[in-house]
T-cell receptor, first 120, second 114 residues
């Protein structure tokens, strides 16, 4: 079974600085997708960035980038130039590409989350 | 597009009562999902649907039922509510099983069972 582990329950960063959130996962699949979701106090789940396992190039979305290490099964999120609006829970999530995997085709596996606080 | 909408936003139930959480999407997505999020945890899949008339269990289906009579709607039914069902419930949808399988989430329903 797949698992996703986020080892940092809480982190804080000063505004304008850079912070890295860690995520490791376990799977026997070769093709899969990884995501970082942001959940602000409004509770809305917002997709921040995604990475396809077959792509070696790390994904980047403006101030957000990932360090994807497939062999190490590591998928960290780097937030540059942190802003007060980045304060939120951040969830790492995994989904297998195989259509019939585990009989649960849409099963996003989530980590427990990291609470990020950006301080002025 | 409104995206994924959920009603109600909040609800308090007494033990043993039942209710239906509504979910609607206007993106013509075939896949729809129900998750629950307990305090301090990530989301866990309750049920999912790959199209109208087709549903299947996820990781934590006990105490819930679903139906999918249309592409747009995917209601979640709680029968005989229990305190263990106190949680935040999220509905999500995605395109048919092509890449990149991104799921779009609704705003959530906070349910308290007392």
């Amino acid at each position: 079974a797949q698992t996703v582990t986020q080892s940092q329950p809480e982190m804080s960063v000063q505004e304008a600085e850079t912070v890295t959130l860690s995520c490791t996962y376990d799977t026997s699949e070769n093709n899969y997708y990884l995501f970082w979701y942001k959940q602000p106090p409004s509770r809305q789940m917002i997709l921040v960035i995604r990475q396809e396992a077959y792509k070696q190039q790390n994904a980047t979305e403006n101030r957000f980038s990932v360090n994807f290490q497939k062999a190490a099964k590591s998928f960290s999120l780097k937030i540059s130039d942190s802003q007060l609006g980045d304060t939120a829970m951040y969830f790492c999530a995994f989904i297998a590409s195989a259509l019939n995997y585990g009989g649960s085709q849409g099963n996003l596996i989530f980590g427990k989350g990291t609470k990020l606080s950006v301080k002025p | 597009n409104a995206g994924v909408t959920q009603t109600p936003k909040f609800r308090i139930l007494k033990i043993g009562q039942s209710m239906t959480l509504q979910c609607t999407q206007d993106m013509n997505h075939n896949y729809m999902y129900w998750y629950r999020q307990d305090p301090g945890m990530g989301l866990k899949l309750i049920y999912y649907s790959v199209g109208a008339g087709i549903t299947d269990k996820g990781e934590v289906p006990n105490g819930y039922n679903v139906s999918r009579s249309t592409t747009e709607d995917f209601p979640l039914r709680l029968e005989l509510a229990a305190p263990s069902q106190t949680s935040v419930y999220f509905c999500a949808s995605s395109y048919s099983a092509d890449t990149p399988r991104e799921q779009y989430f609704g705003p959530g329903t906070r349910l308290t069972v007392t």
